[in-house]
């Protein structure tokens, strides 16, 4: 199953490594990501696959990466690709 991760918060040192580092341990992959800085502002959207096992557990993860941000001082959002493309569809 493929998801959305944004991720966005003041630019500091470890982010990216932060998160990827989250992924991993939960062996979730990332297929594509895109991130820029605007004004100190740090902006990053990923697209991973859960995988069977990680997409059971998708509410958990989705939280455990809120709680990731509100301890990294980021809001970071789990989203599945399907509602993603529905909420940004013009």
Do not use: P, W, Y
């Amino acid at each position: 199953m493929k998801a959305i991760i944004t991720v966005l918060g003041r630019d500091r040192v470890g982010i990216i490594a932060e998160v990827c580092a989250f992924l991993s341990a939960r062996q979730i992959n990332i297929l594509d990501i895109s991130q820029t800085i605007v004004q100190g502002f740090f902006n990053m959207i990923m697209i991973v696959d859960m995988g069977e096992e990680a997409a059971a557990q998708f509410e958990q993860t989705a939280r455990d990466l809120r709680q990731l941000g509100l301890q990294s001082g980021l809001e970071i959002k789990l989203q599945h690709e399907e509602i993603f493309n529905s909420m940004h569809r013009i």
